[in-house]
């Protein structure tokens, strides 16, 4: 009898073994899709790399752009003249390195794939946590792809049409003397424009986290409104680390919309709340 309960216990390990190495596999192939779809937007990316470099990468940076005509053409609108228009000004951009441009080009490519493969990996990752869920909670989740895959691209928007240019001409018109010539790098400019566009892309979810977290019951409305102030340094901290700078006008631009993020979450939140409430009430009644 305990041979015939070691072989049991010994065949219950190595079956648990299995699904788990089972698990690993899947989530393997799952990575493996992913990247494909990412290698693949950016060979397309690559393939239009003059392209997306003059008209896309460099567009914020024109006073024609076209955010800065609409906020322009509202500043007048509103009687303020031009107090919101962009200055009109020539950025130049140089590189120090030999490999500086080649380089820029794969990241420019790995990022652009990135964002536009965006709702397939997030469908993948979905795929892979979806049958750990109940029934019940795959039907609370419904149109989640949908809404991450809006509010990553809401975000990846603000960033380049709102925030970038204002950006661009606060810095290249800041003068600390009029004998420093403004002439940042191009890796620099790239790196700041990931920062300010992928980076708000993925803080604009705060609020389907929140509702994720909201219907398991590990936050509720009451305590996000608890602690609303240390939300508000937490934000200003996320915003720092997503600005290129420190400066309170990028930190502003960023930490607003962030703080209404909020706001919504908590409403999201309490809409949770209210209909959990209520479905206690009907089980007890």
Not at 11 to 21: Q, R
Not at 33 to 46: D, G, L, T
């Amino acid at each position: 009898m305990a041979l015939l309960d070691f072989f049991s216990k010994r065949k219950k390990d190595l079956t648990a073994e299995m699904s788990f190495i089972d698990h690993l596999e899947e989530l393997r192939w799952h990575l493996i899709r992913s990247v494909i779809a990412i290698v693949i937007c950016a060979i397309v990316m690559f393939t239009f790399s003059d392209f997306i470099v003059d008209k896309v990468l460099f567009g914020p940076t024109r006073s024609d752009f076209i955010s800065a005509q609409w906020l322009c053409a509202l500043s007048h609108k509103i009687g303020l003249g031009d107090a919101i228009c962009f200055k009109a000004i020539t950025p130049q951009f140089q590189e120090t390195t030999m490999t500086g441009q080649f380089i820029a080009s794969f990241t420019i490519a790995f990022i652009g794939g990135f964002v536009v493969a965006f709702p397939y990996v997030f469908w993948e990752f979905w795929r892979f946590i979806r049958p750990a869920l109940s029934i019940k909670e795959r039907k609370n989740t419904r149109g989640l792809i949908f809404w991450v895959s809006i509010l990553f691209f809401l975000g990846v928007a603000f960033g380049y049409y709102i925030l970038t240019p204002f950006m661009v001409d606060f810095y290249f018109n800041y003068k600390l003397s009029p004998q420093i010539d403004v002439k940042p790098t191009f890796s620099d400019y790239l790196e700041n424009l990931v920062y300010t566009t992928v980076g708000i892309g993925v803080l604009f979810q705060m609020p389907l986290l929140v509702l994720l977290l909201a219907k398991v019951g590990f936050v509720t409305a009451r305590f996000l409104r608890k602690y609303r102030k240390h939300a508000f340094v937490v934000i200003l901290i996320a915003a720092a680390v997503i600005t290129p700078s420190t400066d309170p006008f990028s930190l502003t631009i960023v930490t607003i919309p962030l703080y209404l993020l909020f706001e919504a979450s908590i409403a999201v939140a309490s809409r949770v709340n209210r209909n959990q409430e209520a479905k206690d009430k009907e089980e007890w009644s």
